[in-house]
């Protein structure tokens, strides 16, 4: 089975950039659309943002566009979510995951990372 390890969360002030880092251990990681979610307390998990397999398709929710930006390198069977102009209320735990087939904005991926804070403050 495919182990996803978030890393790169932290604490930043309003306005400020994170780059968060999904690492894959399955040797298979190209054939894989990944995505990212996020939840915070109190609230419902939901989608941020997702990449096909190869690159090419990269999806965002609303609140993100513009500030955000998904990317993979395959070589290293790594994911990255680029986070610019961040606000209080992108403060949650970030989650990488992974399904095959084509990436999707619901939760229904096969795997899942633990996890990593990420926190704005005013």
């Known amino acids: 089975q495919v182990q996803l390890v978030e890393s790169g969360g932290g604490l930043v002030q309003a306005g400020g950039s994170l780059r968060l880092s999904c690492a894959a251990s399955e040797g298979t990681f190209g054939s894989y659309a990944m995505g990212w979610f996020r939840q915070a307390p109190g609230k419902e998990r939901e989608f941020v943002a997702a990449?096909?397999?190869?690159?090419?398709?990269?999806y965002y929710t609303d609140s993100v566009k513009g500030r955000f930006a998904i990317s993979r390198d395959n070589a290293k069977s790594t994911v990255y979510l680029q986070m610019n102009s961040l606000k209080p209320e992108d403060t949650a735990v970030y989650y990488c995951a992974a399904r095959l087939g084509p990436p999707i904005v619901t939760l229904t991926y096969n795997y899942w990372g633990q996890g990593t804070q990420v926190t704005v403050s005013s």
């Open positions: 990449i096909n397999w190869s690159g090419v398709l990269t």
